[in-house]
């Protein structure tokens, strides 16, 4: 009987690490792909079958390094690369800046129409971005702004509500006192906002950028459609979807998946440093509703 | 300026503080959300043209833009009837041969084209549609989000669970998470086409021959039959961990007591997962649900880089009738309905999960 229950518990613990060495695998497997295929010569990449590691046809490991050469060399690519720091750099910015103001006013303050005003950066959060797609291109006209400028504003539609909403739950539990200590000073609002709830909600500053960084880094639609004319502002995404490589005989899947390996390593990285507070971020706006 | 501060009160000095650090931000969101929306609902109703380079102005045309995107008809397709024999005719395997669709649809003052064809108490029948595309598109937008939000919720509810236990490399684990959902889904989208080559220098199809199933050359990405299925297994792989993320943090909100009584009041684990682990995560999965639905909904990104223009969800043919047809009115026109679409689907979602009720 106990030599039975012991089988179980064996059988068990193997399902279940059998489970999650599957899981791992899972999700990393796409990524590792891409690594064996982006140190792939071209003829190693026409091989049949595949193989699980840059061999040659002799099944010599022999590595290449041509590909991310070329997509170096390639001025699209690195000017993809600086146009996509530099918009989601930016718009990271004025997220964080013009969503802690407004974060601030309906965390802390009281006025009037608060709670409309709650409803519409919520209802915001899940506005969908394609449906302003035309309107967007009409206003953008007009405003006659650079196209990386555009994209800047329009990202705002995704990251603006999103550290609003973020920024104001946490606004809402810093202790009303500290204000109101600092009122009793002297302090105008706009100094108590600037020299002390500022300081303490850094950590939440770091987690809504982080998202709203690798949102606007993300970004695919307004980017594809608002550089159509003007494909010196393409963004990664962008460059990476239509990549036709220098020598353009077929699609030059090595190239691109050096460029994915490219522009996805900062991104793992940054992801994995910040863990515990992305994770935060995900979950506080869904979880606590 | 100083006197006149002086006069109001300390409540009306706070109400105006918020009134200004309010203003940029809705200013921002007048110009890139509401405006824009605003603009949409109007243009769909003309016959804008998308940069057209002329000042014209766009004729009003009311609702033709989505009479032309949603018009629809169903016609009895009659039997071919043979001229010799008077008897309606069959094919070799003996079933009855009806009237081409196109003969059969109307053609003025509008056209239909055959969207599909059903039979009905053994009378055929074919549904035309003033835009085939588009109603394929939302029935392509349709399926993928069903399909895909119900997977990576079992999935992801499964990967959750396997996370929440206690064992070694947790932490690797749920860093590991995190890698498919950083990933560029564009990025993601072309790692899959790579994976999913029609030939065997592509790793599916050269696993899958190695294993004996297909000849080698499986084409997921152009069959009719695979498109689908692919679409939905990457959309899978991308976003499964952020429903395991969301409810992860659900199931860490559970008081380890409740088990620890079911276990005293001898419920096994299954019975602890329906009477404790399902009912208390609730909340956690119907916010991760409207989340993750709202999101397949407006699919982008994985459907032009993978389909391009051999297979539309909503959000491509927008794109496709703004850039590719330069249709502006009935972009917009687009826009809307899927604006409907999704307003629709969260409130349905509200009501039935109970979530506005908190």
Redesign the interface.
Known sequence: MTGNKRTLWILGKTGFWILVIFIFFYMLFPFYWAVNSSLKSESQLQMTPATFLPVDSQGRFSPTLQNYVAIFKDGTFVRALWNSTIVAGLTTLLALGVGSFAAYAMGKLRFKGKKATLYLILSLTMFPQITVLSGLYAVITTLNLSTRLSLILSYMIFTLPFTTWVLTAFFKELPSEIMQSAWVDGATPFQTFRMILLPLTAPAMVTSGLLAFIAAWNEYIFALTFTTIAPGARTIPVAISLFTGSVSRQVPFGEIMAGAVVVTVPIVVLVFIFQRRIVQGLTAGAVKG | MARKDSKLTL?Q???R???R??I???V??A???F??????FY?SFTNRV??SGTDEAPDFIGIENYKSLLGLTIQEMPPVIDTETGQPQTDASGKAVYERAVRVLPRTPVRYREWFQFSFFGKRYVVGARDPEFMKAIWNTLVFTVVSVFLETILGLG?AL?VN?N?K?RGV????????????????????E??L?P?????FN?VL??LGLGD?SLSFLSSPALQMPTLIAVDV?KTT??MA??LL??LQ?IPRELYEAGRVDGASKFRQFFSITLPLLK??LA??L??RT?DA??A??VF??LMGNRMYS??TY??YQ??GNRN?GL??AI??I??IF?AVF?VIYMRFMG?DK?
């Open positions: 409540a000095k706070e109400q503080t918020a009134y650090l309010l940029p931000a809705l921002i969101l110009a890139v959300a405006y824009p929306l605003f603009e949409v243009t998308f940069a990967v396997v236990s064992f490399g684990m749920r860093a590991t998470m995190l890698v498919p959902w950083a990933v560029i889904t564009v990025v993601s989208a072309r790692i899959w790579w994976m080559q030939t065997r220098a592509g790793l050269m021959n190695r080698g792989w961990p952020f993320l969301l943090a659900g909100l909340p956690t916010v991760a409207i989340f709202l909904l407006r982008f990104d032009q880089v909503m959000a927008n794109y703004l850039i502006m972009a917009s826009g809307v899927i604006f999704i969260a979530v908190e």
